[in-house]
């Protein structure tokens, strides 16, 4: 068998074995992560999961995606606690910790991380509502004000009218 082969037999495996658990304990954001975390894995030069027992891996991708997207927390939803993952895949929970680290240090995934976050944690995320100009730290509705207080300002300059500027941009 070509080393090709193998990969694709054990993501293959992997994505099985996590779309369980998905099914039974979480939703079908998780599960498109699980399988977007699992392929990414599988293109990496020095392909992680072909060495170590899937279930470890199995069970520390859905550890490391819950980490980052509060899955521990019992005020989120839907919300496992590390045992439930570690019971289900029957692995040892200091071990799948570790192995999640692993995988979160690889991809460098973060709280809020852009490509690895559920809808629900994008949404909710707190910096949304900021952006960053020229080093500073400032909400978006402070910069919209001054962007509008600026287009009045323009306006009056101009000698253009609200309806005017309506005309114009039909």
């Known amino acids: 068998m070509s ?15 996590t779309d369980g658990f998905a099914d039974r304990y979480l939703d079908e954001d998780y599960k498109i992560l699980c399988r977007k975390l699992i392929d990414k894995m599988s293109r990496k030069r020095q392909v992680p999961f072909l060495s170590g027992k899937l279930d470890i891996w199995a069970a520390a991708v859905v ?7 509060f899955l521990f927390d019992k005020s989120s ?22 192995k999640a680290k692993t995988i979160r ?3 460098k995934m973060r709280y809020f991380d852009e490509e690895f ?23 978006v509705s402070t910069v919209m004000d001054i962007l509008e207080k600026k287009e009045a300002q323009l ?16």
């Open 3 to 17: 080393n090709r082969e193998l990969v694709k037999q054990k993501k293959d495996a992997l994505i099985e074995m």
């Open 63 to 69: 550890y490391a995606l819950g980490q980052i997207n």
């Open 77 to 98: 939803e839907p919300n496992v606690s590390a045992n439930d993952i570690c019971d289900y895949f029957g692995t040892r929970q200091s071990t799948t910790s570790q």
């Open 105 to 107: 240090d690889m991809f």
């Open 117 to 139: 976050s559920t809808e629900r944690v994008q949404k909710n995320n707190p910096f949304n509502e900021f952006v960053m100009i020229n080093g500073l730290i400032v909400p």
């Open 155 to 170: 306006r009056k300059e101009l000698g253009l009218e609200d309806e005017d500027f309506e005309n114009e941009e039909k």
